[in-house]
């Protein structure tokens, strides 16, 4: 099993930057895809960022150019930065991990951050 554990949201006004953390434990070996999903109170959960052991990125069209996610493989955590923020970013930001190529429902999830972007 991994566990993981975020860190860094928070209340940021509109125009700022954020970035997040999320560390793995466990069974790291087993992991290949790591990435973030976002869900807003009403909305269905969306797809923010995601990136392959090898380091290969996939992006929402609604954060391309503002997010970028990078990974230290070393210390199994993931990182997303986040830019030029806006209302519609607010969510609660959940960190998961796959051992496919990508984020399924089958990998692991963490217990999510509260990102707050005041406009």
């Known amino acids: 099993q991994v566990q993981l554990v975020e860190s860094g949201g928070g209340l940021v006004q509109a125009g700022g930057s954020l970035r997040l953390s999320c560390a793995a434990s466990g069974s790291i070996f087993s992991i290949n895809a790591m990435g973030w999903y976002r869900q807003a109170p009403g909305k269905q959960r969306e797809l923010v960022a995601c990136?392959?052991?090898?380091?290969?990125?996939n992006y929402a069209d609604s954060v391309e150019g503002r997010f970028t996610i990078s990974r230290d493989n070393a210390k199994n955590t993931v990182y997303l930065q986040m830019n030029s923020l806006k209302a519609e970013d607010t969510a609660v930001y959940y960190c998961?991990?796959?051992?496919?190529?990508?984020?399924?429902?089958?990998?692991?999830w963490g217990q999510g951050t509260q990102v707050t972007v005041s406009s």
């Open positions: 990136i392959t052991r090898v380091g290969t990125t």
């Open positions: 998961g991990a796959d051992p496919r190529p990508r984020l399924t429902n089958f990998g692991s």
